[in-house]
């Protein structure tokens, strides 16, 4: 079967292709596999670097990542980014010759670390260390050293570091190339290297008191008198020097993040811990849109995706819509500008720009265009719902009409399979019908048709009337019966042969989105399929104890660490517990809330994209995966998701209420949340231990509705 063709994937800070990961299709064959009979081996690549262990402080578009001890050192990712690009690469530190013996690197925000170690004076017969070095660094490429002196006589001694810089780009870096550093020259109160695109400067206060150009090593002749301090800032920053397009900003000084900030309390201090440090994450990867600055939008994750991928940046976005329709206006404003407009010969309008990603080792790729292009009209509808101005609605509403354009040009036999193909290759080289993708039309269809009616556009029936057959049709072809009651299949072959696959990408078929008065769309699913689907998503096999495994545990291709054969992904957990909890399965729900939130404990609150797919087991904590994106929009959005879904906020602004069905199993006990957002203004609610909701604060003009 050939692979679907993909449109590419947007990248506005020159984001890499990830590397090491399965979660695009590679062009040709894996590197380093013999190329056959009479060919030559092709040549073994370097092995992808890892992450896992480094400290990785985000601000887009800037990042920096280092060891524990903070010293970078040019290995791996080390180094301080922008607009992917390496500015530097080293800058190690010692004092009196020495390294400091590191004690705690940790981040203080997404955006800053902080980095503590000590140095023993020479000669000093205390066997406590006088000196501390601290460095407080920032993603931006600013970093201070303080160094104090709690011992009991004057320390004098030199403190160098030595910097350098190759300015590679991150996607050669990530792919494990380390290209040759660049010669210094000493500039002002530092260091400069010029590149064939680019130049990098190093600057201090207070100035050196020695430049080493050739060793790149900026020296200072400390005394530091017993209970003084001593400090110095370092910044670096890059320069362009070749013409081209802007590269987009990151959120500027002055403009507010996009959502409110919430306080969260709550029996279990999980929660409040979760939701702040997740939010804390996605602001790090905030972009503004060069052609609207106030537009701002969520880049997929970092290092390896920072950039906008639109899927994920929707998902993001409709995940905090209970925080306000900021991020959501954003980043639909910004892809409604990268629409393709019109069809190419042989192609479909409409669509938002994505990339062939791997289906795992039991299903074919999927194309993320067909999944960002469906999300894009349910997020507007949503939004909608959420409080999003109506003159706002109707800009973007050419947008989605040409969205479900594209969804009806790309049917095939009554499916949905991958809209960014030309209908005669589909004919000529079939691919499955995927579960989700079926899910996701179809709620994409009853939500176009509520804005079509609502914004009197023609064609909101023949939407509805396409959404039950579709219903019929899944029902009919798509379900598996098997001893245990039956499973949904993961897809169709083309034949269509159902595909048994069991996946965490069945929990898509539980999201059937927000619809008129706080209501829930119908699903594909009927009530005893759901059922038997929430048992099967939280039995051994799928569920980790951490979170669901993208592959059954029972499958003979499981692998813990597989992006989509077995590893957990934070967003579709999150997703199968506001699925489940709203389709009354909230024991279940319960199950896997605390599966994340175990595993978010042993991540410091800060959920990476993925972790590994292993059980369980007392002592042992979740096994991080090696080329996770941390932070990610998708896990961090999802984790907030998760814990505001228990309080079953359903609102219907533009039908004037506000319908709330908190989870009556409380599984965080008492949980309250106040600074949400309906309709612009401030909303707060409390669920007791009893799983009762009263709402504390709403906007006035809305009618309170509690089931």
Known sequence: MRPPQAMPAESVVGAPRPVGRSDQVPAGGPAGTPGGPGRPAAPLRPQPVAVHHEVLCVNAPAMAASGPDGQLRGHGLHGFYRNGVRVLARMELRLGGMEPLPLQGTLTSTAQARFLGAVRLPGDLDPDPALTVERLRHADGVETVIVRNTGTRPARLPLEIALGTDLGPV?????????????????????????????????????PHAVLAG??????????????????????????????????????????????????????????????????ALGGLLFADPDRPTDLYPASGAPWRFGLAPADALWAARLTLPLGTRLAAGTLRALARRQQLTAAPGRIGGLLPGALRHGGPELPP?????????????????????????????????????????????????????????AEDRAAHPVAA??????????????????????????????????????????????????????????LAPGGQPLPTVTSSLVHLLDTGLAGE????????????????????????????????????????????????????????ALAIAGLAAAGHENEAGTLLEGLLAAATHFDGRLPEMYAGEQRAPGCPPVPHPAACRPAAVSAAGAVHAV???AGIRPDVPGGRVLVRAASTAPLGELELTGLRVAGEPFSVRVSRIGVAMVEEAPAALQLVAR
């Not at 973007?396 to 009409?401: I, K, N, R, V």
């Not at 759901?530 to 104890?545: F, I, K, N």
């Open 171 to 207: 996607a050669e870096i990530a792919a494990g190339h380390r290209p040759p550093d660049l010669p210094g020259q000493v500039q002002s109160a530092g260091l400069r290297w010029a590149g064939p695109a680019h130049t990098a400067v190093v600057g201090a206060k207070p100035s």
């Open 215 to 280: 060793a790149g090593v900026l020296r200072w002749d400390l005394e530091v008198q017993p209970g003084a301090r001593w400090s110095v800032e370092l910044r670096a920053e890059l320069e362009s020097t070749s013409p081209g397009p802007r590269p987009p900003g990151g959120r500027g000084t002055g403009v507010p993040l996009p959502w409110s900030e919430p306080e969260v309390r709550s029996d279990d201090a999980r929660a409040a811990m979760l939701v702040t440090r997740s939010l804390d």
């Open 366 to 422: 999927t194309c993320t265009a067909t999944e960002a292009t469906l999300l894009f009209v349910t997020v507007l509808a949503e939004a909608w719902r959420w409080g999003l101005p109506h003159n706002e609605v109707a800009d973007l509403l050419p947008a989605a009409e040409r969205a479900l354009a594209a969804l009806r040009e790309g049917l095939a036999d009554g499916f949905v399979t991958d809209l960014s193909r030309p």
């Open 434 to 491: 995927r579960a989700e993708v079926q899910a996701q039309a179809h709620r994409a269809a009853l939500h176009g048709a509520e804005l079509l009616e609502a914004f009197g556009r023609p064609g909101a029936e023949e939407w509805r009337d396409w959404a039950a057959e579709l219903r019929g049709q899944f029902r009919a072809r798509f379900w598996v019966d098997d001893l245990s009651g039956g499973r949904p299949a993961a897809g």
């Open 518 to 573: 706080g209501g829930r769309h119908e699903s594909l699913l009927d009530r005893e399929q759901t059922r038997l689907l929430a048992q099967r998503l939280v039995a051994p096999e799928l569920d980790s104890g951490w979170g669901l495994r993208t592959l059954s545990a029972k499958s003979p291709r499981f692998n813990p660490l597989g992006h989509r054969g077995g590893a957990v992904r934070v967003h579709e957990t």
């Open 644 to 646: 505001f879904a228990l």
